[in-house]
């Protein structure tokens, strides 16, 4: 099992990194997933605490959905934030600021 879990991560990693063309900035974008989830968990046991809610199929569902939701933002981010680095010139804190803008 967590074999499999490795070969995902690299495959993911590799994918991102083409996509990119640089090995770096997928150590932008991978973390994203575990704060998300620790996020998402904090939110279900704050939940919890007023109304219950099993940790049922719809609830998987919802986490899935929110995993695809915050990497496709940081791959947004960070494609934006190439965009402004290469094409516009711009240093790279006010390249992050106007990517974030956007």
């Known amino acids: 099992m967590k074999f499999n879990l490795l070969i995902a991560i690299i495959v993911v990693y590799l994918v991102i990194a083409v996509l990119f063309e640089s090995f770096l900035f997928p150590f932008i974008i991978l973390p994203s997933v575990p704060l998300a989830m620790t996020g998402g968990i904090g939110g279900l046991a704050a939940l919890n605490l007023y109304v219950f809610q099993a940790l049922d199929m719809l609830t998987i569902l919802g986490f899935v959905i929110l995993i695809g939701i915050v990497v496709k933002n940081a791959i ?23 990517a974030t803008r956007t």
Not at 78 to 96: F, K, M, N
């Open 76 to 98: 947004l981010l960070v494609d934006q934030t190439l965009y402004y680095l290469r094409s516009e010139g711009l240093a790279p804190a006010e390249a992050i600021q106007a």
